[in-house]
């Protein structure tokens, strides 16, 4: 469902009546973890099929109020992005890659039925609530500001057809490390479930792939592990995701592989800053279809050196040890490799301002 540009809006401020105090503040932002606490405001947007896009606030973050009927509640019409603010290195605030955020936005709200929101405006809302909560970075080491962008069908009916009204909102949360087993390099369980299936919405980001991926995640963390392992739905051979994230795999004469885009696996922008980084590194990336087989013979052979994870959330992650039914096998030493630190310290060099950005991939903002 497609909109057309948006007039420029003007954002309507509501002051907090009980702002956090600099003393709860800073007991959170001393050990964020992460996606727990929550900054004092929130934007909201909404879209009527009569008035377009309109009521651009900015207002104390807290519940909302939803009708019993509101489509989203009945036929999962959401969609959400997740992206981060970054304290630079002269002081300053800025974003990484939000444009691209607003683009994977608008795919996931075409493929859900959904209306789409303008880029600037996407992007403009996620600007006007940092800047409200400036303040909210985290003091750790490493820390952000995560943004989260989300959109639902608010009209209030129970026919099968797409919403005529949506709400777009984006909530901020100060932000430490993403997985807190304080290991040096993840360990995955392979799932006997499917994330995805041709012609689903594995490219989108909506809340009902998360949804299904609980019980498997679940089963994983039982297991002992810290993430799970998707394989293709329709041969349950090629590797496809690692949970939320996208997945590289590294070779002794100096190649990575990462699965290709084929409409179950989400397009991620970490993903792809990754491959132009490696390329500029005079690394051969291949986007190829790879099998667990075959990953754990490589692995085996040590013709694969290192595997890692990567997302918005977790940035760049080793994976150590991988297992399933048939046994479990570790990659190279189990740590995390030379390549997947170095790739991991020049995109965070770049995002926080210490490395020059020569693809414009930084917004500054403040």
């Known amino acids: 469902m497609a909109t057309t540009a948006a007039p420029a809006l003007r954002f309507t401020r509501v002051p907090h009546p009980a702002p956090a105090t600099a003393q709860v503040r800073a007991e959170v932002l001393a050990n964020p973890g992460f996606g727990t606490k929550f900054s004092d405001h929130m934007v909201s947007i909404e879209w009527t099929e009569a008035e377009g896009w309109h009521k651009a606030e900015i207002l104390p973050y807290g519940p909302i109020a939803l009708d019993p009927a509101a489509a989203v509640l009945h036929y999962a019409q959401e969609i959400f992005e997740g992206l981060k603010a970054y304290r630079l290195a002269d002081g300053g605030i800025a974003l990484f890659r939000p444009e691209a955020n607003a683009a994977r ?21 996620v600007e006007q609530l940092v800047l409200t909560d400036a303040d909210w970075f985290p003091t750790v080491e490493g820390g952000s500001l995560y943004l989260r962008p989300f959109m639902f069908a608010s009209e209030a009916f129970l026919g099968v057809r797409p919403a005529k009204a949506y709400r777009f909102m984006v909530i901020a949360s100060p932000a430490g490390n993403y997985f807190k087993s304080g290991s040096p390099a993840v360990s995955i369980w392979v799932s006997d479930y499917t994330r995805a299936a041709p012609g689903g919405t594995g490219a989108a980001k909506c809340g009902g792939n998360y949804a299904a991926s609980l019980v498997p995640t679940a089963e994983a963390f039982a297991r002992g592990h810290d993430q799970v392992l998707f394989l293709d739905a329709a041969e349950h051979k090629w590797i496809e995701e690692l949970g939320g994230m996208n997945l590289f795999f590294a070779f002794d004469d100096g190649s990575i592989l990462t699965p290709p885009l084929s409409g179950t696996i989400l397009p991620g922008i970490t993903r792809e800053s990754l491959i ?3 390329r500029e590194e005079g690394l051969t990336v291949r986007e190829e279809r790879y099998s667990l087989d075959q990953w754990r013979a490589d692995a085996a052979s040590g013709k694969l050196v290192e595997t890692f994870a990567c997302g918005t959330a977790a940035v760049v992650t080793p994976v150590g040890k991988v297992a399933d039914h048939n046994g479990e096998f570790v990659i190279g030493s189990g740590g995390p490799g030379q390549l997947t630190q170095k790739l991991r310290q020049r995109l965070v060099s770049i995002q926080r301002g210490e490395a020059e950005d020569t693809h414009g991939w930084v917004r500054k903002i403040a």
Do not use: G
């Open 105 to 125: 936005f608008n795919a996931s709200a075409r493929r859900l039925a959904m209306a789409e929101i303008p880029e600037d405006l996407f992007v403009q809302a």
């Open 276 to 278: 132009a980084l490696a």
